[in-house]
T-cell receptor, first 111, second 115 residues
Framework: AQSVAQPEDQVNVAEGNPLTVKCTYS??????LFWYVQYPNRGLQFLLK??????LVKGSYGFEAEFNKSQTSFHLKKPSALVSDSALYFC?????????FGAGTTVTVRA | DAMVIQNPRYQVTQFGKPVTLSCSQT?????MYWYQQKSSQAPKLLFH???????NEADTPDNFQSRRPNTSFCFLDIRSPGLGDAAMYLC??????????????FGPGTRLTVT
């Protein structure tokens, strides 16, 4: 089965600083990787995906993710974090017909 | 532009009293999914429809049922809610299950409280 892991439960950064949310994957074959964000009492919003092609994927709200095959990682990044980026972030991998999610990382951006 | 709509956003039901949650989509996607999410945990897939074809996850309790009367609508029925069924229920859609155009689009969720 395909799986992802998010090693950090929480990430705290100051506004204006770079933000990184880590994700590693374990797959057989080529991975289809995704990042979603969830604000309190809301559904998940799609941020970006990696299917094939460029290792640097650009997504919504200024986020990007870097696919690294040798390190089996797909870290989410934002050069300058905003207070409004505070939310719960999920990494996911396509596993047959469904998504296998990581446990989630809570991001807090302090003013 | 609401794409995946869930009603109601908040639902309170009594222990053992059947409840139905509703999901509709304007994307004309073939696949509709229902997830259960507890306490900021990862969403857990309950089942999905590919067109009219219902696909249940092996560990989904029999207490949970679903209906998809047409492409746009899908319902989650909980026949006898228990306290452990209190959760956020998320509906999602995708165009296909196996193609590159696979990303799932989620509704805002329905938070179910069981008293």
């Amino acid at each position: 089965a395909q799986s992802v892991a998010q090693p950090e439960d929480q990430v705290n950064v100051a506004e204006g600083n770079p933000l990184t949310v880590k994700c590693t994957y374990s797959v057989s074959g080529n991975p289809y990787l995704f990042w979603y964000v969830q604000y309190p009492n809301r559904g998940l919003q799609f941020l970006l995906k990696y299917i094939t092609g460029d290792n640097l994927v650009k997504g919504s709200y200024g986020f990007e993710a870097e696919f690294n095959k040798s390190q089996t990682s797909f870290h989410l990044k934002k050069p300058s974090a905003l207070v409004s980026d505070s939310a719960l972030y999920f990494c996911a991998v396509r596993d047959d017909y469904k998504l296998s999610f990581g446990a989630g990382t809570t991001v807090t951006v302090r003013a | 532009d609401a794409m995946v709509i869930q009603n109601p956003r908040y639902q309170v039901t009594q222990f053992g009293k059947p409840v139905t949650l509703s999901c509709s989509q304007t994307l004309n996607h073939n696949v509709m999914y229902w997830y259960q999410q507890k306490s900021s945990q990862a969403p857990k897939l309950l089942f999905h429809y590919y067109d009219k074809d219902f696909n249940n996850e092996a560990d989904t309790p029999d207490n949970f049922q679903s209906r998809r009367p047409n492409t746009s609508f899908c319902f989650l029925d909980i026949r006898s809610p228990g306290l452990g069924d209190a959760a956020m229920y998320l509906c999602a859609t995708s165009r296909e299950r196996f193609s590159d155009r696979y990303e799932q689009y989620f509704g805002p969720g329905t938070r179910l409280t069981v008293t």
